[in-house]
């Protein structure tokens, strides 16, 4: 029997965090993430539940939480349920 410490199916993409919340990066296997909203390039990848978060403050204008207020205390506000 795996236990979660053997399981040899993980791989170093199991074990990646989100930089805003610093849960895991990606929920599920065909998981993306998101690119965040707060630089234009969208080049800092973040969890999916915090993309919903932060496309759901864009949308009600409120203000978005920078990089600079990472991690965020109790994760995203706003989520989705998932698939």
């Known amino acids: 029997m795996l236990t ?30 998101a690119g ?6 969208r080049h800092i990848v973040i969890c999916s539940a915090c993309g ?3 496309a759901i403050r864009d949308s009600r204008g409120d203000a978005p939480v920078l990089p600079g ?3 965020i205390a109790g994760g995203p506000r706003y989520q989705l349920p998932r698939p």
């Not at 040899?8 to 989100?18: G, Q, Y």
């Not at 965040?36 to 390039?41: D, K, L, Q, T, W």
């Open 4 to 33: 979660p410490e053997s399981d040899s199916r993980k791989t170093p993409r199991d074990e990646e965090k989100c930089p805003r919340c610093e849960g895991p990066l990606y929920g599920y296997p065909e998981d993306r993430g």
């Open 52 to 54: 919903t978060d932060e």
């Open 69 to 71: 207020e990472w991690p």
């Open 36 to 41: 965040s909203r707060v630089v234009a390039e």
